[in-house]
């Protein structure tokens, strides 16, 4: 008996010691997220400034002239420790959640799934697309709104992608991330183009690289798209073709809103000219970004690229 008592003082106490280095919160938004001391955070302050450093303690309490009782955090920043109270607090995320756009480059996904980062985008100013996801899986799609098409004309497409593998580097800065996904592409609505992929994203702490495999599903290997008053044309693309995909995600080194975009990919590797590539800026927020380069296909053509991205929920 005298050993049980002693086992449960000591796992009591244990338990009362790994509690105690925990700050518990009364108010919003610490209560929206579990501070871990040493961790880096990045603060969007109630005036719109930002700010990024690791939490190191709770501070001081203060009451306000309504009597209201406002807790306040310690973060050690740059210039310095800082006192931050919770009414000039209005976001708090993860330096690793901070980038809110990671779930896709222009064209290409990315092995992350989109959570909580539901988004509205428009690309060249004609195709509208919406992206949500729910925990691992991330469902988007979107179609062309090209004046003089009708409906079954116009272009669209569905994605569905299921991030299965997430893991965190033990001897490097970084984490890894695997998905699986199936796209249905309609080069108008009678001509239906399917993909099965597999797709890997490596994050380093500037850099995003992203590889990619993609397979060719269903019957058909030519496709005749109608574009209405602008013309028609013959897509040939093989059944069972197998393409690749590679793409970079590079934040400039003094920048946390400026990144650059690569991406290379090839519908069908037996086929080298079916192949085009993206380069260019994605300006970001934690609420809206734009995307600008220039796409360039084998053709040779070299078009102007433009997205621009909205976020609506925090």
Known sequence: MKFIASF???????????????????NEPFTSIKLKKELSYRFRLANGDILTGQYKEKGENTIREDSTIIESIIVKAMIGDITLYSDEIAHIQTIRSVYRQQSSLYFMPTADPIGLDSYVSITQLAFVQAGFGY???????????????????Q???????YTFYDEEQENIPGHYSLAGGYSLIYANSANLIQHAYMIGSFHMPRTILTTA???K???????????GRWGSGIINFNDGALGFGL?????????HDTRVLAELWCADIMRPRN?????????????????????MFTAPAIVPAVRFQWLPFN
């Open 213 to 215: 495999l993609f397979f």
């Open 247 to 255: 793409g970079f995600d590079i934040r400039l080194f003094s920048r």
């Open 8 to 26: 449960l003082i000591m796992i009591l106490c244990f338990a009362s010691s790994l509690h105690a280095d925990e700050d518990i919160f009364t």
């Open 275 to 295: 192949s085009a590539g993206f380069i260019g800026l994605r300006l970001n927020n934690d609420r809206y970004s734009m995307d600008a380069g220039l796409a």
């Open 155 to 161: 272009g669209k497409y569905v994605n569905v992608k």
């Open 135 to 153: 925990e691992d899986i991330s469902v988007n799609g979107g179609m062309t709104f090209i004046p003089g098409l009708s409906f079954d004309e």
């Open 217 to 227: 599903t269903g019957s058909e290997n030519v496709y005749e798209a109608n574009a």
